[in-house]
């Protein structure tokens, strides 16, 4: 089956740079999640999207930015990187909040970003 | 607002024993749902078992079961006959509006 695609799987930039990471869901699925991981955290919500519209948001930096496109597509851009900002970067895809067992998300495999 | 406790940082056992993962929530939500996620060393989320908040039954796949008691707000996972491959980060998450919260998760080692 087809599982959530993310790009790029590694990522190293210096301070102050800006990175874009991509998030294509399952196939079918209308929401996209995007959750930040610390060395050692548990994941952190960042922001969502459903049909292409924020659908909630977390502890996002004002430096960050994201949006979903008309092919339910997914981009987190990153601007003034700072060192604190290395972590794994997962987006997640569902069906619409419809409860039960048919939302429940699906992660990709993750985009390990460094900030050197 | 939601939140997940695991109270176990980490968890040693033999291979082939059953093994209990600890959870305990807190929501104020009447419906809700609460997952599993598994993260090996190679750090990706795999999705274990989903347990809603009004099923009756307690939610089985496979190996993995979740032993939900409700009135405790506890879900807590257990894995039947441990493999080596078991051995990784469990979280335990609570689905809140629409995010997921997880909790500090708990580091599995099975030994052989």
């Known amino acids: 089956a087809a599982g959530v695609i993310q790009s790029p799987r590694h990522l190293i930039k210096e301070k102050r740079e800006t990175a874009t990471l991509k998030c294509y869901p399952i196939?079918?699925?209308?929401?996209v999640y995007w959750y930040q991981q610390g060395p050692g955290q548990d994941p952190q919500f960042l922001i969502s999207?459903?049909?292409?519209?924020?659908?909630d948001k977390g502890s996002i930096p004002d430096r960050f930015s994201a949006q979903q496109f008309s092919d339910y597509h997914s981009e987190l851009n990153m601007s003034s990187l700072e060192l604190g900002d290395s972590a794994l970067y997962f987006c997640?895809?569902?069906?619409?909040?419809?409860?039960?067992?048919?939302?429940?998300?699906?992660f990709g495999p993750g985009t390990r970003l460094t900030v050197l | 607002a939601q939140k997940i406790t695991q109270t176990q940082p980490g968890m040693f056992v033999q291979e082939k024993e059953a093994v209990t993962l600890d959870c305990t929530y807190d929501?104020?939500?009447?419906?809700?749902?609460l997952f599993w996620y598994k993260q090996p060393s190679s750090g990706e989320m795999i999705f274990l078992i989903y347990?809603?908040?009004?099923?009756?039954q307690n939610a089985t796949e496979g190996r993995y079961s979740l032993n939900f008691q409700k009135a405790r707000k506890s879900a807590n996972l257990v894995i039947s006959a441990s493999q080596l491959g078991d051995s990784a980060m469990y979280f335990c998450a609570i689905r809140g509006a629409q995010k997921l919260v997880f909790g500090q998760g708990t580091r599995l080692t099975i030994n052989p």
């Open positions: 999207f459903y049909e292409k519209m924020q659908s």
């Open positions: 929501t104020s939500d009447p419906s809700y749902g």
């Open positions: 997640a895809s569902s069906l619409r909040d419809v409860g039960g067992p048919e939302d429940t998300q699906y």
């Open positions: 347990q809603g908040s009004y099923d009756q």
């Open positions: 196939p079918r699925h209308d929401t």
